[in-house]
C-alpha cells in the first residue's frame, strides 16, 4: 500500500496506515493487544476511561498518552506494556480507580463471560486491593433510586427499568459513555446522558423519558460491563454455554451481519438464545435493529414441521410424494420464486422449471412495500434477495401472476408469504386449484395451500443471498431444528425435479452457471465478510 507509513512500536519498525487511530495502529498492524473501555471502533472518541494508556516520545521525552485520541504520524515512536513498567503501572492504576467503587456483583451479573472490566482485570490490573473496610465503596446511583443493602450500606440504582428493551444498573457502569455517543451520534436521537461530578457522576435517562429507540439494545452490546442488559436475554442463559454461527438480517435487503447463538440439548434444551450484532464495517458496522435481534423468538412458534395435504397433518415424505403426483399430472404450472429464499433455492426452483419442460413458467418479485433506508443497519426493503433473483434473471412479474392466474391449474410457491404481503392481489390465486407451498411457518399462505412442506427456514440452512450493495453473503447453519427431518427447500425442490444434489455446494454450482457474475465463488471465497459481485459485462459496441 502507498500510504503506509513507519512507525516505532517497542523498539521494533511497523507499517501503518498514516493518519489512523493509534490503537487500531497497535491492535491490527503492531499485533499488540491494547485494552479499551470507552473506544469503539464505531462511535466518535472520547478519551476518557485511560485504560489504553501508551508511551511516546515527544519534545520533553518519553510521557504517557492514551492511544485512542493519538493518530499515526511518520516517525512516531511508540512503548507500550510489552517494553515499559511505566505503562504496566499506569493501567494498573487506572484499573484500580475504575474497581474502587465498583460493586462485586461478578457472579450474579449478567455480563459475565463478556465482560471487559473483567477481561481487562485479567490482561492490565490483577491488582491488590488498597481500599480499607472501615471506608467502604462509594456507588454511583441518583437519588431517586439509592437504597441501604443489608448490611447498612449506602447503594446505587439497581435493576432500574428505563424502558421497554433495557434494564440498567447505575453502579455498575464506568461513564464510559459509549452508550450516549451511539444514541446522540448513531441514533441521532439523544435520550440518554450523564449527570452528577467526579465519582459520583451516573448515567441516567432525562427526566420523565424513557429510553425507547428502534436501536435502543446497541447500547447494551458497547456496555463493557453489566449496567446496561437487555430484558430479552436478561438472566436467560450464560454465555459460555453458548454456541455460535455466522449467518445475515433475513428480513432486510442490506443483510447486517448477525451472529445466531444456541444451546445443545441439556437442561434448558436446544434453542436459539439471541441473535447478536456481528461486525461488517461495509454492511452495518456494529450495529443490529432491535427488530432483526429479535427474530430468533419466532425460530421455534408456529412452526411447519411437518407436511398438510388438504390441511390435514401428515408426515414430511408423504407431503412430498403428493406435491410430486401433482407436479406430474398438471398442465400448466406456476412457479413462485422468492427473495426470501437464498440463491441455491431460487436456483433449484429453476432447475425444477427446466424439468417440468413448458408447462412451468417462472415468475418473481414481492408485494411487499419498500421503505427509506435509515443510514444504521436496515435499507427499507424488505426483500433480503432481491438483487439474487435479478443475478438469476428472474423476473419481476408477480402482478402478471395475478392477471393471469385462471391460465394455470398448479401454483408452486417457496418461502413466500403471499396472502400476507398483499390478500387483495392474492385472492386472484384462489382461481388455481391446486396450491403447493414450501414454508417454514405456518403462515396465511400455507392456510391457503392444498400441499405445504415444511423447510428449514433462513436460521437453519447454508446458502448465500445478494444484498443491495451487490454484496453476497453466506448465511450458515445453526443446527437447532424444529423436526430433524426438515430439509432446505433446494434440497426438497431438487427431489421434486428428480436430481440427487449431495449439498448446498451443488445448489451453488447451479446457481453460478445461470450467472457469469458468481464464477469462481465458493462459500470460503465470499467469507464471512461477504464479497462484492463483478459488476456486470458491459456488450461491447457494433463496430468496434
Known amino acids: 500500500m502507498a500510504d503506509l507509513i513507519t512507525i516505532a512500536v517497542d523498539g521494533r519498525d511497523v507499517q501503518v496506515p498514516a493518519r ?3 490503537i487500531e495502529a497497535l491492535r491490527h498492524w503492531a499485533k499488540v493487544e491494547t485494552p479499551a473501555f470507552c473506544y469503539h471502533e464505531d462511535l466518535k472518541v472520547a478519551g476518557n476511561c485511560r485504560i489504553c494508556l501508551i508511551e511516546f516520545e ?9 492511544s485512542c485520541h493519538m493518530q499515526t504520524a511518520p516517525n512516531l515512536k511508540v512503548r507500550t506494556q510489552v517494553s515499559s513498567p511505566g505503562v504496566v503501572k499506569a493501567r494498573k492504576g487506572v484499573m484500580e480507580f475504575l474497581l474502587v467503587n465498583h460493586p462485586l456483583d461478578c457472579p450474579v451479573c449478567d455480563k459475565a463471560g463478556e465482560c471487559t472490566l473483567q477481561d481487562n482485570y485479567m490482561s492490565q490490573g490483577r491488582h491488590e486491593s488498597r481500599l480499607r473496610d472501615e471506608v467502604g465503596k462509594v456507588y454511583k446511583g441518583g437519588a431517586d433510586h439509592r437504597f441501604t443493602d443489608t448490611k447498612g450500606g449506602d447503594r446505587g440504582g439497581k435493576r432500574i427499568d428505563l424502558g421497554p428493551s433495557i434494564i440498567l444498573d447505575q453502579e455498575r457502569c464506568i461513564v464510559c459513555t459509549r452508550c450516549v455517543r451511539f444514541m446522540r451520534d448513531v441514533a441521532g436521537s439523544e435520550q440518554l446522558g450523564v ?17 425507547d429507540h428502534a436501536y435502543d439494545l446497541c447500547t447494551t452490546d458497547v456496555c463493557p460491563v453489566g449496567a446496561l442488559t437487555g430484558k430479552h436475554f436478561r ?8 454456541k455460535t454461527v455466522e449467518s445475515i438480517d433475513p428480513s432486510d435487503a442490506l443483510g447486517a451481519n448477525l451472529t445466531i447463538e444456541y444451546s445443545f440439548p441439556g437442561a434448558q434444551g436446544a434453542r436459539v438464545w439471541r441473535l ?6 461495509e454492511v452495518n458496522k456494529s450495529w443490529l435493529a432491535n427488530r432483526s435481534r429479535l427474530l430468533y423468538q419466532q425460530l421455534a412458534s408456529n412452526r411447519l414441521g411437518d407436511g ?5 397433518d401428515v408426515p414430511l415424505d408423504d407431503a412430498v410424494a403428493a406435491a410430486a403426483k401433482a407436479l406430474a399430472g398438471a398442465r400448466r404450472i406456476a412457479l413462485v420464486a422468492s427473495g426470501h429464499a437464498t440463491l441455491e433455492d431460487n436456483a433449484a426452483l429453476l432447475a425444477l422449471k427446466d424439468a417440468l419442460g413448458e408447462r412451468a413458467e417462472v415468475f418473481g418479485g414481492s408485494w411487499l412495500a419498500v421503505g427509506k433506508p435509515d443510514g444504521i443497519a436496515l435499507s427499507g426493503d424488505p426483500v433480503a434477495n432481491r438483487a439474487g433473483l435479478r443475478l438469476l434473471g428472474i423476473p419481476d412479474n408477480l402482478d402478471l401472476l395475478a392477471q393471469r392466474a385462471g391460465e394455470f391449474d398448479l401454483l408452486l410457491s417457496v418461502q413466500h408469504d403471499l396472502w400476507a404481503a398483499d390478500p387483495a392481489k392474492a385472492a386472484a390465486l384462489a382461481a388455481i386449484p391446486a396450491r403447493l407451498v414450501l414454508a417454514s411457518w405456518q403462515d396465511a399462505t400455507v392456510a391457503q395451500a392444498t400441499i405445504a412442506i415444511g423447510v428449514r427456514c433462513w436460521a437453519e440452512a447454508r446458502g448465500t443471498m445478494v444484498n443491495c450493495q451487490e454484496r453476497i453473503q453466506v448465511l450458515g447453519a445453526c443446527p437447532v431444528l424444529p423436526n430433524p427431518a426438515l430439509e432446505p427447500a433446494w434440497q426438497v425442490l431438487a427431489r421434486l425435479a428428480g436430481l440427487s444434489w449431495s449439498g448446498e455446494a451443488e445448489a451453488f454450482k447451479a446457481a453460478q452457471a445461470r450467472s457469469p457474475r458468481l464464477a469462481g ?10 464479497r462484492v459481485l463483478a459488476p456486470a459485462a458491459v456488450p461491447a459496441a457494433v463496430g468496434a
Open 308 to 312: 398438510k395435504v388438504a390441511g390435514a
Open 521 to 530: 465463488l465458493s462459500y470460503r471465497a465470499i467469507g464471512p465478510q461477504g
Open 235 to 242: 438472566f436467560q442463559q450464560r454465555v459460555w454455554n453458548l
Open 20 to 22: 489512523i487511530p493509534l
Open 58 to 66: 515527544g519534545p520533553r521525552g518519553w510521557q504517557l498518552g492514551i
Open 195 to 211: 449527570v452528577g461530578r467526579g465519582d459520583h457522576a451516573y448515567l441516567t435517562t432525562f427526566p420523565g423519558q424513557p429510553l
Open 276 to 281: 447478536m450484532p456481528r461486525r461488517n464495517p
